[in-house]
């Protein structure tokens, strides 16, 4: 049993097979809630807490998965390509937005952090999260965050936000497919920009732009909020 669990084999087909459950799922229900991503994360938790199967000896397949994360990001830049034509038109507003959602995103978590009495460790740990995870792990790192905690953070952060958005843009009747995709690339980054994808190209293209400039917004503003006193 432990050699099948440490082949890396065991990881990838785990992974996989919960994705596949998960979303058939997903479609079978119809139900916000029975996202597929959300239902393949819980049933591998599930999977190696009923047998018992150390992280590590999952994770040696599961890292391989990881390796397509950079791939499948640059992607988004075909779809950001097609809609050149619509940057351009919007070019302002797209700059406007993003640094809205960013001073919005990280001016909150550090109120919030403040308000409830966390340590600077916490507060730095957690302002990052709406970017992705690379950027928010450099950001967490280079101020004295734990990385931990904001991988944590990052995770729910984008499981939220691809739930969530659908119903959020239907509720606040955003008709503009660029303001639909900002907003969701700067509030729950990559795992948001897949839901955008499934909304239409624009506003996939648009959540990815977004995750680029909120990301280097969100660094510039870290290091002012770094260098403020602790409460």
Sequence with gaps: MEQLTRSPFFGIA??????ALGMKIQKKT???????LVLAVGMIIAVLTVFQI????????GSLINL????????VAVSIYAKMDVLRKNLLPVLAGCAAGTAASVASVFLLCRLFGLEETLTMSLLPKSVTTPIATAIAQSH???????????IFTGILG??????????FRVRDPVAAGLG???CSHAMGTAKALELGE??????????GLCGILTTVLALFFGCLPAA
């Design 202 to 211: 624009t506003e996939g293209a648009m959540s990815g732009i977004a995750i």
């Design 30 to 36: 119809g139900l916000v809630i029975c996202n597929g």
């Design 68 to 75: 397509f994360l950079s791939p499948a990001t640059v992607c």
């Design 162 to 171: 691809n739930l969530c958005a659908p119903l959020l843009i239907r509720l």
């Design 14 to 19: 785990l992974t996989a097979a919960a994705y």
């Design 54 to 61: 150390p992280y590590e000896d999952y994770y040696v397949g």
């Design 184 to 186: 969701i690339g700067a």
């Design 144 to 154: 004295g965050g734990i990385v931990a905690i904001t991988v944590a953070a990052v």
